[in-house]
């Protein structure tokens, strides 16, 4: 049974920082492509950034461009959420989420593209 786990979340003051980590109980973990999402309160779940199974391809929405990076170590079953110059409109729970798939450099960055998540960790950025 897969079982993906975010940590990292908490409370920051605007501009500051986080790295979230998503942790996945997958045998084969380098063959599921992992996607990081966020949903706030009366609003819809939405993509941040995505990354392929073997690393090699990446994609972040506009909105977190520059700011946020997504990477992943798997030799430790293990992707990040690297967050800089937090803003008030970051907080949210956060989400991360995971499918195998069999194209090394494909990134999935819808939520229906995805079979397992995780049950968030929660983002507040202060002003």
């Known amino acids: 049974q897969v079982q993906v786990v975010e940590s990292g979340g908490g409370l920051v003051q605007a501009g500051g920082s986080l790295r979230l980590s998503c942790a996945a109980s997958?045998?084969?973990?380098?063959?599921?492509?992992i996607g990081w999402f966020r949903q706030a309160p009366g609003k819809e779940r939405e993509f941040l950034a995505g990354?392929?199974?073997?690393?090699?391809?990446?994609s972040h929405a506009d909105s977190v461009k520059g700011r946020f990076t997504i990477s992943r170590d798997n030799a430790k079953n293990t992707v990040y959420l690297q967050m800089n110059s937090l803003k008030p409109e970051d907080t949210a729970v956060y989400y991360c989420?995971?499918?195998?798939?069999?194209?090394?450099?494909?990134?999935?960055?819808?939520?229906?593209?995805?079979?397992?998540w995780g049950q968030g960790t929660q983002v507040t950025v202060s002003s």
């Open positions: 997958i045998r084969t973990f380098s063959t599921y492509a």
């Open positions: 990354i392929s199974r073997s690393g090699g391809s990446t």
């Open positions: 989420a995971a499918r195998e798939t069999a194209l090394t450099f494909n990134v999935l960055i819808t939520v229906s593209d995805y079979h397992y």
